[in-house]
């Protein structure tokens, strides 16, 4: 069935430190890949999309490509600040349905 | 306006309580969304709308009741709640076939 694995946080890391978080996903067609955000105490904010094997989506200095022969698509940040504390998930949503499908979430603390 | 709408922020009932959730829109949007998240979980699907019909129920107990008004509004109905259904209730809305959904911030339900 579909899914999608994300690592297990939390992550922290020093401010300016190198951002990476694992999504590996399973899913039936050709789904478009999703990375979101959720502040302590808000809703989901869209961070970034894909929608095509190749894509690469970019926001606020995030970027994760999509790789259909590796069914991943990684979140990377070059330097993340303490701003950027958060609980990221990865989704997917296949072209037929309206439904998203979630990662568990990865919790990142940025410490200065 | 780029924005969803969710009212109350924080709601506390108790289980013999009726209550209900309020959600809205104008981005012309006509697919709209329910979703419950747990602490420390993604959200799970709830309720489908698509041009104001329910179009997916994903096997909700009956106290939870949408309504879809209008093409601007989403209502969750809430009767006879148990504790173990506290959670952040989140509002999202697409257009139909549209591959992003905007996500509300949510309304912070406990029931006492």
């Known amino acids: 069935g579909n899914s999608v694995t994300q690592m297990e946080g939390p992550v922290t890391l020093s401010e300016e430190a190198f951002l990476t978080i694992n999504c590996t996903y399973t899913a039936t067609g050709y789904p478009s890949l999703f990375w979101y955000v959720q502040y302590p105490g808000e809703g989901l904010q869209l961070l970034l999309k894909a929608t095509k094997a190749d894509d690469k989506g970019s926001n606020k200095g995030f970027e994760a490509t999509y790789r259909k022969e590796t069914t991943s698509f990684h979140l990377e940040k070059g330097s993340v600040q303490v701003s950027d504390s958060a609980v990221y998930f990865c989704a997917f949503l296949t072209g037929t349905a309206s439904k998203l499908t979630f990662g568990t979430g990865t919790r990142l603390q940025v410490t200065l | 306006d780029t924005e969803v709408t969710q009212t109350p922020k924080h709601l506390v009932m108790g289980m013999t309580n009726k209550k209900s959730l309020k959600c809205e829109q104008h981005?012309?949007?006509?697919?709209m969304y329910w979703y419950k998240q747990k602490a420390k979980k993604p959200p799970e699907l709830m309720f489908v709308y698509s041009y104001e019909k329910l179009s997916i129920n994903e096997s909700v107990p009956s106290r939870f009741s949408p309504e879809c008004p209008n093409s601007s509004l989403l209502n969750l109905h809430l009767h006879a709640l148990q504790p173990e259904d506290s959670a952040l209730y989140l509002c999202?809305?697409?257009?139909?076939?549209?591959?992003?959904?905007?996500f509300g911030p949510g309304t912070r339900l406990t029931v006492l």
């Open positions: 981005m012309g949007h006509r697919a």
């Open positions: 999202a809305s697409s257009q139909i076939g549209g591959d992003e959904q905007f």
